[in-house]
């Protein structure tokens, strides 16, 4: 029975992984949270799956380095030199990082890199997202990954085209740009929503998360996936084949 590592265990993403594994006929190797040890849980686990914070995200892929052991990085708010890290790790043990493991939203990452390439230039894309009051990124990895899906798919780079959090006096749309909005409130697990906007019509196309589950569902296959794998950055993707 594959053994999974939780770090960020009693949090709310730690806490649905739990819940989820007996549905796998995997087992918890147990889990680190703030002050826990992740040396030792990347020891005696055959797979790791981290929903912690950035913060802790060095410590936590040295962790996982010094044992060998795979590691699904869920976790987002990652920056730059986050990426980095999960880069150079790669050379030595499997890493899977993901702004978000539901089959639903893979999906839609795929739909929108169809829309994105066949629309052209008239089409406007702005991405918007609404999470609970206690999320602490913003966008979220999610607007991130599909932001990224639209640029790649009207050949550019999100770095190049994404505008984040519009305010005052902003002057017209500038073309070509993908805007990104982010809206805080109550309990809501996840909606993503990505606009496709021109002259007299829009496309709009939705993913809402009505319960955590689909995250630690998609987590666990990935982290089953992932176990024993040679060293390397695998996707979402080629867990769920879409
Ligand atoms: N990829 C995906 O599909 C999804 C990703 N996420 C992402 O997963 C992450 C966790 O989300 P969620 O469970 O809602 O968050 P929570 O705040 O509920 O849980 C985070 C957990 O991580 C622990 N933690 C925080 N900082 C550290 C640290 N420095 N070292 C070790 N452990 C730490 C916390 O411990 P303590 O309580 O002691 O501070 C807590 O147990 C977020 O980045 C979120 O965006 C969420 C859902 C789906
Ligand atoms: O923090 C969350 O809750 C979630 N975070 C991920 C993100 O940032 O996209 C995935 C999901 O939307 C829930």
Same mark, same amino acid.
């Given at each position: 029975m594959t053994s999974i590592g939780i770090f960020g265990s009693m949090g709310r993403m730690g806490q649905a992984i739990s819940a989820a594994l007996p549905e796998f006929g995997a087992q918890a190797a147990g889990g680190v949270d703030v002050g826990g040890d992740p040396a030792a849980l990347a020891r005696k686990a055959d797979v790791i799956v981290d929903f912690s914070a950035p913060a802790a995200l060095e410590a936590h892929l040295a962790a996982a380095r010094a044992a060998r052991?795979?590691?699904?990085?869920?976790?987002?708010g990652l920056a730059e030199r986050h990426h980095r890290m999960i880069d150079a790790a790669t050379a030595?043990? +499997?890493?899977?990082?993901?702004?978000?493991?539901?089959?639903g939203i893979g999906l839609l990452a795929a739909l929108v890199r169809e829309a994105a390439?066949?629309?052209g230039q008239d089409w406007d894309i702005e991405i918007v997202e609404m999470h609970h009051r206690n999320k602490a990124d913003a966008p979220s990895g999610t607007a991130l990954m599909l932001g990224?899906? +639209?640029?790649?798919?009207?050949?550019?780079?999100?770095?190049?085209a994404g505008v984040s959090g519009r305010a005052g006096l902003t002057g017209p749309r500038a073309a070509g740009t993908i805007g990104m909005a982010s809206l805080r409130g109550g309990s809501v697990i996840g909606d993503?929503?990505?606009?496709?906007?021109t002259e007299?019509?829009?496309?709009?196309?939705t993913h809402r998360a009505d319960d955590r589950a689909i995250f630690a569902k998609g987590a666990i296959r990935a982290a089953l996936w992932l176990a024993g794998r040679e060293p390397g950055r695998y996707t979402m993707d080629q867990v769920l084949g879409v």
């Open positions: 052991t795979p590691i699904v990085v869920g976790t987002t030595e043990i +499997a890493v899977l990082q993901t702004g978000n493991t539901s089959l390439s066949r629309l990224t899906a +639209a640029a790649e798919a009207t050949g550019t780079t999100l770095a190049e993503h929503s990505v606009v496709f906007a007299g019509e829009r496309i709009e196309l």
